[in-house]
């Protein structure tokens, strides 16, 4: 059986407290590997280490610095067949996802904040009669803590990571409990890129443990965190008084505004995609469908007729399109949904129940059939708490001012999918929606230059390209006069 070590000062290490968790494949149920369950103490020695070798990182010229990042990067690529055959198994995400979207998008993070910090610039004000210049130093911060989930696991495990070594901070990383394996591996090929010990280190372990021991450590100095609310708010209220700098980057509701006069045949692919890839367990997934009117009957018919096209399989096979849910804990989360949904008067279009396993191996994985609800209001839980999984509703509306009103009726504010072919519309539209992203006529179209981040209980802050370098910096102004 694998056994995962934490990275900490450059040595692999096994937990101080000798104990171990269970790590379980999720198209199979069976446990595959165990990661250490570490506590207080492999944070201390870890945040330690950093503290140690940040001297030395942060007054590295950031030339050395962006090229430990391309070398990882391209040990990313050069290792992508394992990579991507293990977020799979870690996941239950099919290998054709984790090969298309995933492992490159690792490596493009680790090489993106390679050439970020070699044009990050900073300000100078020269006021007139210039006898004075101001100018902002940007500084790295210190020890940084990078705490990420299981849905996208390398992928967002280096969108933290990356900027904030750029930036020349010390890391102590702390993937998801749930899929840990590629987070281990990229620690294995650290040394290998050229980072010194002690600059990047991993913790394994629980949320409420190594999670907890990071957030709460006093010589942390700066939390980026992505995950659900709850846990968002708890890191917020923990570090309240511990005056962190904090990114915090929460769950989701999304809403897909299908007008009438979008492209219908547009409308309906990315619409089964944005729903149900990754089996509708990304941040960014639309799970509140609205539908104009007098195309909802021929939009919700031609929806429904391709999610019941979809079957999922072993995602260890090439052409399976759906997964397996990481877990039994969250498949039951997401039934539980299904059935309080049928309790309170759904209509239940398709799906609604666990998927048939796809083969003898899978005999007792965490499969379900794609969802999709009508007949539910706004205001029902169905409609306003995170599902996370494959389970979509359908609304309908019938003025533009109804569509504005029924996606922001909502705690949350990450993104929005706006369909229409009138362009005046869709600006209209998706100005007075409240998110931090808009998707016009597409979805999960990135560039990672853009800001990334939600609003409401979707998030603080932001990521993304200077954004990111901006929050893993701290601005010091300096001020002298000229003569
Ligand atoms: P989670 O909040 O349960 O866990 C996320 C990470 O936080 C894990 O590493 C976990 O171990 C750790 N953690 C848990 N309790 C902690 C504590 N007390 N202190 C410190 N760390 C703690 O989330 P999850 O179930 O892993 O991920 C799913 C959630 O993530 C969904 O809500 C999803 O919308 C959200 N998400 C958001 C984005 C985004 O960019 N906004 C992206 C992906 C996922």
């Not at 694998?2 to 407290?17: K, R, Y």
């Not at 987070?183 to 002690?198: I, Q, T, V």
Request: proline share 6%; with cysteine.
């Amino acid at each position: 059986m694998m056994e995962l070590q934490n990275l900490i000062g450059g040595e692999m290490t096994n937990p101080q407290s000798g104990q171990w968790l269970d790590n379980v494949e999720p198209a199979t149920g069976q446990v595959f590997s165990r990661i250490p369950r570490s506590d207080a103490a492999d944070i201390e020695a870890a945040v330690e280490a950093a503290r140690a070798a940040f001297p030395k990182w942060s007054s590295t010229p950031f030339e050395e610095r962006a090229a430990c990042l391309r070398r990882w990067g391209a040990l990313v690529a050069k290792h992508s067949e394992a990579l991507i055959a293990a977020e799979s198994q870690d996941n239950g995400k099919p290998v054709s996802l984790a090969q298309a979207v995933d492992i490159p998008r690792a490596q493009k993070n680790l090489e993106f904040f390679a050439g970020a910090i070699e044009h990050f610039a900073s300000e100078a004000h020269i006021p007139g009669g210039a006898e004075f210049i101001h100018y902002t130093h940007r500084k790295p911060i210190g020890v940084v803590g990078c705490i990420s989930p299981w849905n996208l696991p390398l992928y967002l495990f280096t969108w933290k990571i990356a900027p904030a070594l750029a930036a020349g901070n010390c890391v102590v990383a702390k993937p998801s409990e749930v899929t840990p394996v590629t987070a281990w591996m990229l620690s294995n090929w650290a040394a290998e890129a050229g980072f010194p010990a002690g600059v990047f280190n991993v913790v394994h372990g629980l949320g409420h443990e190594a999670g907890q021991a990071l957030v709460e450590h006093p010589k942390v100095k700066a939390i980026s965190f992505t995950g659900g609310t709850q846990t968002g708010a708890h890191i917020a209220r923990t570090t309240a008084g511990m005056f962190k700098k904090l990114s915090l980057e929460l769950g989701g509701k999304n809403p897909a505004i299908i007008f009438a006069d979008c492209d219908f045949e547009n409308a309906i692919s990315t619409t089964i995609r944005s729903s149900f890839a990754n089996q509708g367990q990304i941040c960014l997934c639309s799970s509140r469908i609205l539908i104009e009117d007098r195309l909802y009957e021929a939009f919700r018919d031609a929806l429904v007729a391709k999610a019941k096209r979809i079957i999922p399989g072993d995602p260890s096979d090439n052409t399976t399109k759906m997964g397996a849910l990481v877990s039994a804990p969250h498949r039951d989360k997401v039934l539980g949904y299904i059935a309080s949904a049928k309790e309170q008067g759904a209509n239940v279009l398709c799906g609604g129940a666990p998927a048939s396993a796809p083969n003898e191996r899978c005999a007792s994985g965490y499969f379900m059939q794609p969802t999709i609800l009508e007949g539910l209001g706004s205001e029902c839980n169905i409609n306003q708490e995170e599902i996370f999984g494959p389970v979509i509703t359908l609304q309908r509306f019938s003025s533009e001012a109804e569509a504005i009103a029924l996606a922001n009726d909502s705690d949350y504010g990450l993104a929005a999918t706006i369909w229409t072919q009138d362009a005046s519309k869709a600006h209209r539209v998706a100005s007075q929606i409240e998110s931090g992203i808009a998707w016009i006529n597409c979805w999960l179209v990135r560039d990672l230059r853009t800001p990334f981040g939600g609003v409401k209980s979707s998030g603080v802050g932001r990521e993304g390209g200077f954004e990111a370098l901006r929050f893993f910096t701290e601005p010091q102004s300096v001020c002298i006069p000229t003569h």
